[in-house]
């Protein structure tokens, strides 16, 4: 039972372009969640979706950041005329529910660094 | 102030220390969870705790949902434990803490 898979494993994009970073939950997990670590900061939710639906995005930025959870692929979060300020680490989590007895597991990351 | 606050920052230990870790939440939780993080590397949750305490070979968690209060010890400490471990807590979202950087010395 392979984990979070997610990839690329490390991006380099130029200022204005689009960053695609994907993640395919666990086998069995219908919940995935978007963090965003910064250089030497705490980790920092971005999303929440589920199958077709975000739940709760209130820590994506307002511009230039987009997710969806097809009923078919992985989660995608996508990432606008990337800036600078974009490079970070992306790391995405899945659950088989919420609640308090549900299990998360993190993927390995997709290291981004805009040039 | 953060909604996770977690101490020490920082740790060095010698090998074979018992090592505790405290993180404690302004927040209403579901669950609280211990994540390690090994440098660029990807996160590994430790455990996922919503009441009383857990064990993990050397490695146990404690929570005090009364005192918004949780805790990770470590015991018999091994430099392979070197590693960033942070603090979540939440439901829907998760809000984290900014890590403890944990260095066992052979």
């Known amino acids: 039972n392979a984990g979070v898979m997610q990839n690329p494993r490390h991006l380099v994009r130029r200022r204005g372009q689009e960053a695609r970073l994907r993640c395919s939950p666990m086998k069995g997990h219908s919940h995935v969640y978007w963090y965003r670590q910064l250089p030497e900061e705490g980790l920092k939710f971005m999303v929440y979706l589920q199958k077709e639906n975000i739940i709760d995005e209130s820590g994506m930025p307002k511009e230039r950041f987009s997710a969806e959870f097809p009923k078919e692929g992985p989660s995608i979060l996508r990432i606008q005329q990337v800036v600078r300020g974009d490079s970070a680490a992306y790391f995405c989590?899945?659950?088989?529910?919420?609640?308090?007895?549900?299990?998360?597991?993190f993927g390995n990351g997709t290291r981004l660094t805009v040039t | 102030k953060n909604e996770v606050e977690q101490s020490p920052q920082n740790l060095t230990a010698q090998e074979g220390e018992f090592i505790t870790i405290n993180c404690s939440y302004s927040?209403?939780?579901?669950?609280l969870h211990w994540l390690q993080q090994h440098p660029g590397g990807g996160i590994v949750s430790l455990f996922m705790l919503s009441s009383g305490k857990k064990k993990h070979g050397r490695l146990i968690a404690t929570i005090n949902i009364q005192e918004k209060h949780s805790s990770l010890h470590i015991t018999a400490s091994h430099p392979r434990d070197s590693a960033v471990y942070i603090c979540a807590v939440g439901g829907n979202q998760f809000y984290f803490g900014t890590g403890t950087s944990l260095t066992v010395i052979p």
């Open positions: 927040v209403g939780i579901s669950a």
């Open positions: 989590a899945s659950s088989p529910r919420v609640g308090e007895n549900s299990p998360l597991h």
